[in-house]
């Protein structure tokens, strides 16, 4: 069984992280979207917040979960006997920066691989800061999260 892990601050999640993590479930046997609960990063969702909207987004996928971790993403891999890690890439950009945390993560686990998926062109833009920048601003993002995300999003924004 090949279990990847699909970590992240999901603040909140979205319809293209949605995607990455239903692709990666077609691929690998079990997903586990690690919730990230990253102290030093200012978050508009608290972790149990951020992991109740990513368990609710999955809900309907059998191979797929979602829990959260602190410390080290290869750490957590570790801990769940995952072999994998996946990653989506939005822009070129993003491959840089996740080229230094691959090879990182390869000094700290070399057992554990990293498979990147490209995002879906629909989900290329956008990023989490993005949408909730566009939320605090009354902007429409009902096909972007799914509806109780958006909901969630309107009531911290009090739109």
């Known amino acids: 069984m090949t279990i990847a892990v699909y970590p992240g ?8 992280h949605i995607d990455v993590a239903t692709r990666a479930a077609r691929i690998f046997d079990r997903v586990i979207i690690g919730i990230y609960d990253n102290p030093g990063k200012q978050l508009m969702f608290a972790l149990e917040e951020r992991v109740d909207m990513a368990v609710k987004a999955v809900a309907g996928i059998r191979n797929i979960e979602a829990i959260p971790f602190t410390g080290l993403a290869v750490d957590f891999a570790s801990r769940v006997k995952a072999g994998v890690m996946v990653r989506g890439l939005r822009v070129s950009a993003d491959f840089e920066h996740e080229f230094d945390m691959a090879m990182m993560n390869k000094k700290l686990n070399p057992e554990l ?15 989490s800061s993005i949408l909730k920048e566009v939320a605090r601003l ?6 972007l999260v799914p509806g109780h995300v958006a909901e969630a999003l309107r009531k911290k924004e009090g739109a």
């Open 113 to 127: 691989e990293l498979v990147c998926l490209m995002a879906s062109p629909e989900y290329q833009f956008l990023s």
């Open 138 to 143: 009354g902007g429409n993002i009902d096909d």
């Open 9 to 16: 601050s999901f603040d909140p999640i979205t319809n293209g």
